[in-house]
């Protein structure tokens, strides 16, 4: 039960994987706040901020990396060895000068292949904006090999001197000072003194990204003759983050640990939303829920905090219970698309026929909105299945099975979708393109197979 309760809580998905796979962690608080504090750093590196995601990574190498195309990854070993939003944005804004520079990481040979990936699979994996064969049924989205890149890839000394220069223009631009980026690098730099020359997984970032003795220092001399040097921190960014960062360990550690680093005598935000997912992950949920009331309490319009309430209720198996909080948190947050996934799963799993067209409804608006969601395509796809609407069913199955990098799943579901639909209905036809897209995928597989 713990186990399943893990698996689900934070809107997240997590699994066990073959070696290399990585799990994306996905939760409409944390995306809200990457997006908040990179928006004025995306704007000063001169892309378009609904072009770039940034992207969590549930991995406890401390690493943040791009992959090719305007993602930056971010593991939650980061997030956890950060004291500060300022902290991640020195980061963010380092990744991002490797964007804009177009950067492409080296040294794939040698260690990729010791870890027994492939690089045709690399690439392949770059087909889908997020790749990987997950467990399609339960709709996890693994973040695949191109994720597990940044372990075993690093950039160049020269890449890493532009992407230096770039983030300390950006931060400039930005407005946003350069300490927490200095002060970031120093604990990198403690870790190197400590552990000698980079190997382990504690140094994926110095290994991804070269630290040379003079970088500090260069990235201090710039910084310091910035008038943003000394900005002061935003506070509702670094409120945030405390939030963010709480929610994260609560979901990772070990319920223990999140205990005593969240004893229950601090009553701050970020300590009931650690315990909340503390007790959750222990099973014990009435506890869990007690915390998320405690949360709702101390600011009823939240909508986060009532989809964490809503989602222990719909996790202890109280979907009933759990529509009312989570009808609220979609609404309270402009239609999130990964809340409203939840809602129209806490729909479904009430078993109640009523809901059907609600769940409809909730569930397609949000995989319009969010295309990176393969478990909304799975609950649409088991709204369907009780309607008797195979066809559909079909073709939500296909979508998921795309996206969780399946093509040849999407092939078999498309074709049973378009054999149902009427011949050049919108459905019919975008059957007919799932169906394109994953021929051309299992041809280039075959191709690299050869
Ligand atoms: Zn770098």
């Known amino acids: 039960m713990a186990r399943i309760a893990l698996a689900l809580i934070l809107s997240l998905v997590i699994a066990v994987r073959p070696a290399a796979a990585q799990s994306v962690l996905r939760d409409a608080e944390t995306e809200a706040f990457f997006r908040e504090i ?68 080296r040294g794939a040979d040698g260690a990729a292949e010791a870890q027994g990936i492939s690089i045709g699979s690399l690439l392949l994996g770059a087909l889908a904006a997020v790749a990987g064969a997950g467990d399609a049924a339960a709709g996890i989205m693994m973040a695949g090999q191109r994720a597990a890149l940044g372990k075993y890839l690093a950039y160049t000394r020269v890449q890493e001197s532009v992407a230096d220069a770039s983030g300390a223009r950006y931060l400039s631009a930005a407005g946003i000072s350069g300490r927490g980026s200095i002060d970031f690098f120093k604990k990198l730099q403690s870790y190197e003194f400590r552990l000698g020359i980079p190997q382990d997984d504690d140094q994926a970032f110095v290994s991804s990204h070269p630290l040379s003795g003079d970088r500090i220092q260069y990235l201090r001399d710039t910084y310091s003759k910035d008038p943003a040097w000394d900005a002061p921190l935003n506070p509702k960014w670094e409120s945030d983050f405390k939030r963010v960062k709480a929610k994260l360990m609560g979901y990772i550690a070990r319920p223990e640990d999140t205990m005593r680093d969240y004893p229950e005598s601090n009553q701050s ?14 099973a014990y949920p009435q506890k869990a829920a007690a915390e998320a009331e405690k949360l709702i309490a101390s600011d009823p319009d939240d909508p986060y905090f009532k989809e964490l309430y809503g989602q222990i209720l719909l996790e202890s198996g109280k979907p009933d219970q759990a529509l009312e909080p989570l009808r ?89 979708a378009m054999s149902g639909l009427a011949d050049y209905s919108p459905d019919w036809l975008r059957a007919q393109d799932i169906r394109l897209i994953a021929e051309a995928q299992l041809e280039d597989d075959e191709k690299r197979r050869r």
């Open 38 to 105: 990179s928006e004025p750093l995306v704007r000063a590196a001169g892309l378009q901020p609904d072009n770039v995601e940034i992207v969590l990574i549930g991995d406890s190498a401390i690493n943040a990396f791009t992959a090719g195309g305007q993602t930056v990854y971010i593991n939650s070993g980061l997030i956890e060895e950060a004291s500060t939003a300022n902290e991640v944005q020195g980061v963010i804004a380092h990744e991002l000068g490797h964007v804009e520079g177009g950067h492409a990481m």
């Open 269 to 282: 935000i970020p300590a009931h939303y650690a315990r909340a997912y503390a007790w959750h992950k222990s």
């Open 328 to 416: 609220e948190a979609v609404a309270g947050s402009d239609n999130n698309p990964l809340i409203a996934a939840l809602f129209g799963h806490a729909l479904v799993a009430t078993e109640d026929r009523a809901n059907l067209p609600e769940a409809e409804r909730v569930l397609k608006s949000a995989v319009v909105r969010d295309n990176r969601n393969p478990f909304a395509w799975y609950q649409l796809g088991v709204v369907y299945e009780q309607r008797g609407d195979e066809a559909r069913a079909a073709l939500a199955s296909a979508e998921r099975d795309l996206m969780t990098g399946e093509p040849d799943l999407a092939l078999r579901h498309s074709d049973r």
